[in-house]
């Protein structure tokens, strides 16, 4: 399988526990995008990378999100004490820097109680 | 300031007629629009876009079309059938930023 994939796709926390997400794109993209999408709204922009570069970031990515992508090829996006507000779907996306089209993973549900 | 909007939250069609779901837009400088369509805890996958030079874009049996003076482009399923329920979300192609996104989807479900 070449698509975009995601790890875990489930995980429960407890409240102010760290969780970490990894996302591994289609081989030959150079952009990674990370989305956040909750019940009833479309998914929301957090923040993307061209290779190793971080170069957006979402109002919505507070200080408690950190993604980083080392290698220009994975990334992952972890969450310090997470709040129950944090619950969502998380969602993992590439493309090429040239391309018009972004191809996501399946997605990493996050539930804390 | 959502610059691409989806005014109806959900739509249900019997099978075999005719799906239309609607997309507006604001941003005159939008040269492509991509239709994503997205099950339950699965993530979006991409359906099918439409380029500003043209109006009308076909695969199968979607069809979107564009119309740039109303700033609005609609996607049509026909015939529709029950593997087609599920959330349609419209884009604009700017993916990296916060302000030029998704829209809201509107929830499909086909009526065996």
């Known amino acids: 399988d070449t698509g975009v994939s995601q790890d875990p796709r489930h995980k429960i926390t407890k409240r102010g526990q760290n969780v970490t997400f990894r996302c591994d794109p289609i081989s030959e993209h150079n952009r990674l995008y990370w989305y956040r999408q909750t019940l009833g709204q479309g998914p929301e922009f957090l923040t993307y990378?061209?290779?190793?570069?971080?170069?957006?970031k979402s109002r919505l990515l507070s200080d408690r999100f950190s993604a980083e992508r080392p290698k220009g090829s994975f990334s992952t996006l972890e969450i310090q004490r997470t709040e129950q507000g944090d619950s969502a779907m998380y969602l993992c996306a590439s493309s090429l820097a040239s391309g018009n089209t972004i191809y996501f993973g399946e997605g990493s549900w996050l539930t804390v109680v | 300031d959502q610059q691409v909007k989806q005014n109806s939250p959900s739509l249900s069609v019997q099978e075999g007629r005719i799906s239309i779901l609607n997309c507006d837009y604001t941003?005159?400088?939008?040269?492509?629009f991509l239709w994503y369509k997205k099950y339950p805890a699965e993530g979006p996958t991409f359906l099918i876009s439409i380029s500003s030079i043209k109006d009308k874009n076909e695969d199968g049996r979607f069809t979107v079309f564009l119309n740039k003076s109303a700033k609005h482009l609609s996607l049509h399923i026909v015939p529709s059938q029950p593997g087609d329920s599920a959330v349609y979300f419209c884009?604009?192609?700017?993916?990296?930023?916060?302000?030029?996104?998704f829209g809201t989807g509107t929830r499909l479900t086909i009526i065996p």
């Open positions: 990378f061209q290779n190793e570069a971080q170069l957006e």
């Open positions: 884009a604009p192609p700017f993916f990296g930023n916060e302000k030029l996104t």
């Open positions: 941003n005159s400088m939008f040269d492509y």
